[in-house]
T-cell receptor, first 114, second 112 residues
Framework: NAGVTQTPKFRILKIGQSMTLQCTQD?????MYWYRQDPGMGLKLIYY???????DKGEVPNGYNVSRSTTEDFPLRLELAAPSQTSVYFC?????????????FGPGTRLTVL | QQQVKQSPQSLIVQKGGISIINCAYE??????FPWYQQFPGKGPALLIA?????SEKKEGRFTISFNKSAKQFSLHIMDSQPGDSATYFC???????????FGTGTRLLVSP
């Protein structure tokens, strides 16, 4: 199993451009999450999904959109990129059965908006 | 109330020493407290976790101590090794759908 994969690894965007960060997991996990990580700030939840067709906002959703058409894929869309969106983005997935479950993280996408 | 406060921000420990990272929370509805380890250029990975009905959990050199009344928990790394040099995040689960609230992270450097 490849686990959680993210593409691209790095990207530089100009202000106002748009892009989609890709996230795919091959573990048949039903829950998926998008986080952003800024220095000294920890990880902040952007959006999450509990299954195909079901998404909801996290703590910092402004400027982002998501969709979940399949179990495997959970892309994050940035519209009209702003310098404040410069960050490292992590996708995670988890199987929700059981009480104490592990979120598995991808390797991240480092995004710079200039 | 959804915050988890983590300290210190950075930590330097000699090889063989004990590393201690502390976290505190306010929301008594949190019901699961994992620690994640992150190496440079990688995503976080689960290191060890504890339930609030347990006061201590040990896995090898890593121990979580949990004080429910004080709403604090800490990670102890015994016999710290250079390979333990990484950023450590505490987290707490709450708010439904197994969402985690993360601390701000501690960058640990174990000197040889």
């Amino acid at each position: 199993n490849a686990g959680v994969t993210q593409t691209p690894k790095f990207r530089i965007l100009k202000i106002g451009q748009s892009m989609t960060l890709q996230c795919t997991q091959d573990m048949n996990h039903n829950y998926m999450y998008w986080y952003r990580q800024d220095p000294g700030m920890g990880l902040k939840l952007i959006y999450y999904s509990v299954g195909a067709g079901i998404t909801d906002k996290g703590e910092v959703p402004n400027g982002y959109n998501v969709s979940r058409s399949t179990t495997e894929d959970f892309p994050l869309r940035l519209e009209l990129a702003a310098p404040s969106q410069t960050s490292v983005y992590f996708c995670a997935s988890m199987w929700s059965s059981g009480v104490y479950n592990e979120q598995f993280f991808g390797p991240g996408t480092r995004l710079t908006v200039l | 109330q959804q915050q988890v406060k983590q300290s210190p921000q950075s930590l330097i420990v000699q090889k063989g020493g004990i590393s201690i990272i502390n976290c505190a929370y306010e929301n008594t509805a949190f019901d699961y407290f994992p620690w994640y380890q992150q190496f440079p250029g990688k995503g976080p990975a689960l290191l060890i976790a504890i339930r609030p009905d347990v006061s201590e959990k040990k896995e090898g050199r890593f121990t979580i101590s949990f004080n429910k009344s004080a709403k604090q928990f800490s990670l102890h790394i015994m016999d710290s090794q250079p390979g333990d040099s990484a950023t450590y995040f505490c987290a707490a689960r709450g708010g439904g759908f197994q969402k985690l609230v993360f601390g701000t992270g501690t960058r640990l450097l174990v000197s040889p």
